[in-house]
């Protein structure tokens, strides 16, 4: 009879959902993460890592780990997630003022490229997670996706309420485009670049001068 690895295991990688039963105990959940960011802090690489390695570093049970975690990917989109984590979805992007929704909202991105400008440790994860094209894969589609789908929701709320033309709704994916790209391509591309605490608004203020509607 043979036996599946679960380091190895085909399931898909997911953040964790809520399990029936006694309530997770958080603390394990932050030793973990603690544990995984000193091992990759400490030069370790991804493909390095082993649940069992991790379970040790953390001072946990290897079963605790499994219990939370179905392989090793599904460990590390959660803790890629806890340290690169999107806004809240009731967050600052409601406001009801569109403006000022849009500068929070590309302000949000200009301070996470300044967060990674500063720790090497999320630099270091994320390159690494870039270098597993599978994890990479997942980590895009929960995390950064749906960053994206709150600006694309904030923007179509700004052609409801009248602030953008309606015929800039015809491709939001572009609108969305063009209102992070500035930052995006400061915070990632040009490492030397400026991050100043206005630069959101000035961003929005020069963009809203082209996409609202016309007199």
Sequence with gaps: MT????????EPARPCAARRGRPRDTAVDG????????LVGEGANLAELTMEGIARAAGVGKATVYRRWPNKDALLLDVVAVIDAPPPADGAVATGDFRADLIAAVDYIRRRG??????????????????NTVLWRRYHDTV???????MV???????ASGHIRKELGADL??????????????ATLRPE???????????VDTLLEGIRPRD
């Design 3 to 10: 036996t599946t690895d679960p380091d190895t295991a085909a």
């Design 31 to 38: 030793a973990v993460t603690d544990a995984v960011l000193r």
């Design 114 to 131: 300044l967060a990674k400008r500063e720790s090497a440790l999320m630099r270091s994860m994320l390159a690494q997670v870039q270098s």
């Design 144 to 150: 950064i996706a749906a960053r994206r789908q709150m």
């Design 153 to 159: 929701d904030l923007l179509e709320r700004g052609i």
């Design 173 to 186: 994916e572009l609108l969305a485009d063009l209102v992070s790209g500035p930052v995006l391509a400061r």
């Design 193 to 203: 670049a400026p991050l100043p605490d206005d630069l959101a608004e000035r961003v």
